[in-house]
T-cell receptor
Framework: NAGVTQTPKFQVLKTGQSMTLQCAQD?????MSWYRQDPGMGLRLIHY???????DQGEVPNGYNVSRSTTEDFPLRLLSAAPSQTSVYFC??????????FGPGTRLTVL | AQSVTQLGSHVSVSEGALVLLRCNYS??????LFWYVQYPNQGLQLLLK??????LVKGINGFEAEFKKSETSFHLTKPSAHMRDAAEYFC??????????FGSGTRLSIRP
């Protein structure tokens, strides 16, 4: 049981580039979410999904896109990277009113 | 919309002293409340959760939290701090529908 996996662990992008952060879970949870963690700001919710084919915006969705074609996968796309998107990104899976299981994170730097 | 405020971005206590980390929430419906811990360079893991059963919730590693509706608080406590408790702690609230919102975190330091 791998739990929640994220790839890559580290990534450096140039301004304007696009990329996809991968997130996968093997626990069959319907609820998945993406957060970004910045110093002094805690975790801020970017997007979340309550099941395959259903996604919604969180607190800071601008500049990010998500889709959920399967229960297992919930990729996060950066459409045109900006320095303000430099952050650590965490994916989580769990019940929407229950324990969230977090992945190890992706550290992204945008130059 | 729900929100969480954690008072004190950094708390420092001596080993063996009481730990008190403060969390106040705002929610238009009876909330679910959580405390998570993050050790350096790791993801978050659940310490404890309140889901409208007992108001005093016991978690892992000797931590507990009390839900006080009148004060809209869910403060985290531990009677005796240990060096291994040094970490960042996050309070979170769920509106029972979908979103789970986290606070800004409190970094706990333990002095020998």
């Amino acid at each position: 049981n791998a739990g929640v996996t994220q790839t890559p662990k580290f990534q450096v992008l140039k301004t304007g580039q696009s990329m996809t952060l991968q997130c996968a879970q093997d626990m069959n949870h319907e609820y998945m979410s993406w957060y970004r963690q910045d110093p002094g700001m805690g975790l801020r919710l970017i997007h979340y999904s309550v099941g395959a084919g259903i996604t919604d915006q969180g607190e800071v969705p601008n500049g990010y896109n998500v889709s959920r074609s399967t229960t297992e996968d919930f990729p996060l796309r950066l459409l045109s990277a900006a320095p303000s998107q430099t952050s650590v990104y965490f994916c989580a899976a769990g019940g929407s009113t229950d324990t969230q299981y977090f992945g190890p994170g992706t550290r992204l730097t945008v130059l | 919309a729900q929100s969480v405020t954690q008072l004190g971005s950094h708390v420092s206590v001596s080993e063996g002293a009481l730990v008190l980390l403060r969390c106040n929430y705002s929610s238009s419906v009876p909330p679910y409340l959580f405390w998570y811990v993050q050790y350096p360079n790791q993801g978050l893991q659940l310490l404890l959760k309140y889901t409208s059963a007992a108001t005093l919730v016991k978690g892992i590693n000797g931590f507990e939290a009390e839900f006080k509706k009148s004060e809209t608080s869910f403060h985290l406590t531990k009677p005796s701090a240990h060096m291994r408790d040094a970490a960042e702690y996050f309070c979170a609230v769920s509106d029972r529908a979908s979103k789970i919102i986290f606070g800004s975190g409190t970094r706990l330091s333990i002095r020998p």
